[in-house]
């Protein structure tokens, strides 16, 4: 017999006591007892082992890496003219690292480099390259890969960070809106990680990291086409990984929870519109500069997984694994309230 079955055999005689020996209302007062007990058993020994290997991975990180591992790097950040790409910027480059900082909006990029160069002294000043990439333009994106293995030669790192989210429920959604979702945080990235995939493979070097979401494993309800767009992402560099493994390409997913940048403010609706409004859980959620530091940890640790998150968000991924149902009964009552509270911002605007 498994544990787990002589698990849910004991709660099932236990609950069977219960019923028999108490009254309804003793059965009431220790369910917070049985849930915890429940929590305690299945949950103990998954969060002890995650614990233990998140331990081991950081002391190897530690051990065997340094920030000079980055020194020199050419590392190209997709969206770094704002939030989390603008911090990873900044971690980068105060470690030495040779950057090509890519978004459309050229103005805040060239911002951003003066900022670098005038706010840290580095053994080697490496001036950032600034370049314009519109990820929703997928057939210019070969192109600007080429002019910059031309004028660096190779590119050690990516960095697929840019992106943008969405707020509207699927039935009035136009169906423009979830193509131009897919296009920017799907498609864009995977003809970005095309255009620079055979240098890395003939260079038998390269490391690939793609900024995802928790959203990447567990989807919300009213952020179809981003959560979408997200799981799409991990399918697509898990898929990568075992595919470039013999090439000595290293392939990263990251998966923040929230973080306080623009990115809902920035947010497109149902008709292609912009949000305009800072959530309270992205205001409220983790510095940008907290998740850039977490990017360099796993440039240097290798580190193939990574969730940034709570863990009360992490135990959902994990719940929704061991008990997808639950997690659904969740995501029904969480629909609900997000319903009434879309209902009063489309009053208020
Ligand atoms: N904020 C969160 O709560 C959160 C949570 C989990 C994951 N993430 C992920 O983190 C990544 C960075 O987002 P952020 O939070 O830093 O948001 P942000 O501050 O809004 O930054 C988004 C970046 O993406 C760029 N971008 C948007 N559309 C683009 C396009 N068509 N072509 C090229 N670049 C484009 C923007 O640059 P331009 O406007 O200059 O083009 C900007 O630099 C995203 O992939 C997001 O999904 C964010």
Redesign the pocket.
Known sequence: MTNTTSIWIDLASFLGHALENTRAVATWSSLPWILGWVTLTVMGPVVAVKVVYRTLQTLMSWAFSSDSGLRGKIVLV??????????VAHALYRRGARLIL?????Q??NDLKEILLKTYKVEEVHVPTVVK?????INSIPGVVTGLLTSHGHIDILI??????YRGAVIDTDVSVDIRLM???YF?HVALTKALLPSMVKRKSGHIVG??????KLALPFRSC?SA??HAMQGFYDSLRAEVADSKILVSV?????????????AITKDGSTYGISDK??AE??K?ET?AESIVNCLLSGQEDMVLAPAVHQLGVILHTLTPTLISRYMKHRANQNRKEMIAVDKEK
Not at 78 to 87: D, N
Not at 102 to 106: C, E, F, K, L
Not at 160 to 165: D, K, R
């Open positions: 997709t969206g770094a003219s704002s939030g989390v790409g603008e911090a890519a978004s459309r909006n050229t805040k990029l990439l519109d990820l929703e333009d697929n960070n840019a992106g943008m989210s296009v920017v945080n864009g900024v995802s979401s928790l959203q990447g981003y767009s997200k990251v998966s923040p929870g929230y973080i306080s940048t623009n990115l809902s403010l920035n859980a992205n959620g983790m940008p998740v």
